[in-house]
């Protein structure tokens, strides 16, 4: 910890960065309204769906930030990542190829991707896991009619369901 946080320190000694200004950037009303450019692609719509489902399992088994793909994630990766997939649902987006994003589309995708993270993590590690609800918890928050607030809501249930009840 020490090591890190010298490395650290070094490039911002104080508590915050206010004085280093970006004189050269001028953003207003218009770019922050403005729809992000660039592609919306197949290879995208499948990694979202790795990496939420391989968070989700993650979350389900108490860890709140884990290694994926040589990243560090958390919760709002994958809330970025079941939330773009609900956009492009809800909004009708095409991918580069032109296809349309539609449940048909991601629903066999997500089984896809799913038999591809039982084979990255391994039939033992998949078995052991809670990848079957993470799998359901992932196409529920990203496929619903009406886009979730958070997807931690819909997790905590599938953890409750899970606990055995005192009495």
Known sequence: MALAKGIFDEQMPGPNQV???RDD???GQKELLEAPAGTRTEAGLRHNIRVGILYLEAWLRGQ???PIYHLMEDAATAEISRTQIWQWLHHG???DDGRVVTLA???PMIDEELARVKQEVGAE???RGRFP???ALFEQVATSGTLVDFLTLPAYDTLAAAEPTSG
Do not use: M, Y
């Open 19 to 21: 004085s280093k200004r």
């Open 25 to 27: 950037v001028h953003v």
């Open 64 to 66: 709140g930030c884990v």
């Open 93 to 95: 987006a095409a991918l």
């Open 105 to 107: 589309l991601v629903k």
């Open 125 to 127: 590690r998949f078995a």
């Open 133 to 135: 609800e993470a799998r």
